[in-house]
């Protein structure tokens, strides 16, 4: 996993106080990374290519070297728009590099304010770039092969000028190849898109962000996924890891590696060495054997429906490997609750969650019907104090419903998307040994031990019964006695990347989705 900052400003201070390394040394190395990536987008189409075909997070070195890369090219191959800060700075010093080499314009969107832009402007025009006006601009962007974005970087916040909308609006409708600075222009440091222009959220429309130092919370908001693109990591005078050294981390990026798929090693077992998961079957059993049929596929000895409604299932030519009974068994190791539970059972819920008290050493995974009922307060009190292994798996207006029942704050949805590190954090506080996986574009694990995100899941999720399919992931690997955090993040990145073997997005069914889950295990196992 790779470390995720709100804010760098204070390792930028550090770079100055520790290594002596100046803000024009940072400006001329953010350069040189945005130099890189333009040669490559410039001459090398198959990387470009590559890029498109899923989300990479990376640590880059800049390759500038103009024999390795010198093409035949065209006039304005390169327009850079720049403001007023230092990340204008980083686009004056960018065209200032590529001068006499690739044919180059900028754009002056703001006056220059900053002494560190205002010196890189100049450099910029001394060494023959040309600034060129709106209109010309506009008539540039017609045939330009690259826009580069050097507007705000990590100092936005607020909502764009409409002046600026409109100038974006045309560079996103353009058909260039566009390069973000640092974070595309109106996405805040919290991931937060509040722009609206032509009645949707607008944003630079980036298909490369270079990411200056460290990852940015900001890319991974769910409204900047859209915008953000591929990130690609790089050094501003020392190697990331040097960079990031003793900074806490505000979250942490999730990586495959990461995952802690369940391999079956010893050959003397049994279906009891594997656990048991027990799934509550409610007003809709459908979400119940689809979790249930999920929990088998990733590893548990056992599964069984426990009709909670009176013949709940028979409705349903249920698979031959579910068992059916009207109590939890014994030999129980984990209990999902809640997926197709149903919202007017309050006295079904309350039997159920007095019988989850019950089973003290079971892990507990709360999912969907059950964060609309008040008697979950108490059971999460009641188990957070136990030290219970217990999961909760929300989407945004599931968790609307719980923060409130909670008493935690009465949000919006909008709130809750651009808000989510500090509200999870908020929630973590209160429930301290409880495990929060709030699902989204991006997805959101929160627990005692820190902030997590995964990005890998795609919009082929976007159907019902992709939860359910979660919900029963975690079960399984609860029922084979993984602590909680592993659990969540194992299953999280499984539910994921399963989904990326459906380059169709529209044609992903949760019975699909469990076998791509059973897949990526098998090519897991040892030989």
Sequence with gaps: MQKVFIDVKELEKRMHKVFGITED???????????????????????????????VYRTERPST??????????????????????????????????????????????????????????????AGIKPVSRPAFFKLLTSVAIVVDCLYGTGFHGTLRLDVSALI??????????????????????????????????????????SMG?????????????????????????????????????LYLLEADDMRLPVRTKKSVHKGNFGHAAIAAGEKAGAAIIAGSAALGFGAGLATLIETEEKATS??????????????????????????????????????????????????????????YGDIVKLLDVLSKRRTRVILTPHPKEFQSLLKLCALGDYTIGQLADDRIEIVKKFSARFPHIVLVLKGANTVIASE????????????????????VLAGLICALLAERYGAQDAALTA????????????????????KLIDAVGNLMNESQPV
């Design 25 to 55: 040394v940072m400006i001329e190395n953010a350069a040189s990374a945005l130099e890189s990536e333009v040669r490559k987008a410039l001459y090398d189409r198959n990387a470009v290519r590559a890029y498109e075909k899923r989300p």
């Design 214 to 250: 460290a990852l940015k919370a900001a890319y991974f908001g769910d409204a900047a996924k859209d915008f953000c693109g591929i990130i690609k990591k790089y050094g501003i005078g020392v190697s990331a890891l040097v960079f990031e050294e003793d900074a806490a981390a505000d």
């Design 65 to 126: 070297s103009s024999a390795a890369h010198r093409g035949t090219v065209s006039s304005n191959d390169v327009l850079i728009v720049c403001g007023s800060g230092n990340n204008g700075a980083d686009g004056y010093a960018l065209a200032r590099r590529l001068a006499g080499d690739i044919p180059a314009a900028v754009y002056a969107a703001c006056d220059a304010k900053t002494e560190n832009c205002k010196r890189e402007r100049d450099a910029a025009l001394a």
């Design 449 to 468: 031990r820190g902030v997590f995100v995964s990005v890998e899941g795609n919009q082929s999720l976007a159907k019902a019964g992709s939860g359910d």
């Design 315 to 372: 409705r349903f030519k249920l698979p031959p490997d579910l068992m059916i009974a009207q109590s939890f068994p014994k030999n129980t190791t984990a209990i999902l609750l809640g997926s197709g539970f149903g919202r007017g059972r309050a006295e079904a819920f309350q039997n159920v969650c007095a019988k989850l008290e019950a089973y003290k050493g079971a892990g507990i995974v709360l999912d969907a019907d059950a964060f609309y």
């Design 169 to 210: 609006d045309k560079i996103n409708n353009a058909s260039c190849f566009r390069i973000a600075c640092d974070i595309p222009s109106g996405i805040d440091k919290r991931g937060a898109v509040s722009t609206e222009y032509k009645h949707r959220p607008l944003a630079f429309n980036a298909d490369v962000t270079v």
């Design 492 to 511: 999280v990145l499984a539910h994921g990347i399963a989904s990326q073997r459906f380059p169709c997005s529209y044609n992903l069914t949760p019975l």
